[in-house]
């Protein structure tokens, strides 16, 4: 069954309102405090998945942050090890950093950018720690307690009652 017009809206209008609150979270603490960048190209994409569509079991909380740790990490292995030109070492790392979500069973699809984001951006480790694992923590907090406690889902679904 199709959802209707109510439905869509609904779904749109919470994603919206939390996706700012996240989004803006992440975005005071990179821009006003001196904690460092806790934001990625790729965080937008993940709001998709964790406040439009958070039942998917591509927004769930192991998936998220493991999925954005590995494809970084990937990205930035790829970018110190593998000594081509850039846009093979894009298309290298993208790849491989699917094939290892894949594999390991963390998909993200919003995770598939990151190695772009670190190759172009010319990475180092400490990407992996701000922004990748401290903003992925504050995505999944936030998408655990708007889902759970807020809007009363059951987020995230693999959790035992």
Known sequence: MLPTIKENFSRAFFAFVF?????????????ETPYGL???GSFGSSMVLLFGYPESPFAQP???FFGHLVTSLVGVLVLQFVPVDQFVQIAIAVSL??????L????HP????????V??????YEYLLNPIILGSVIMIACAII???FILKKNYPTNWVH
């Open 110 to 117: 919003p995770a598939g950018g990151n190695p772009i984001i």
């Open 19 to 31: 996706s700012m609150i996240t989004i803006g979270i992440l975005s005071f603490l990179s821009f």
């Open 146 to 148: 708007i889902n759970r």
């Open 97 to 102: 950093g699917i094939f290892v979500m894949i």
């Open 62 to 64: 192991k998936n998220v």
């Open 38 to 40: 806790f934001l990625a």
């Open 119 to 124: 190759i172009l951006g010319m990475a180092s």
């Open 104 to 107: 390991l069973g963390i998909t």
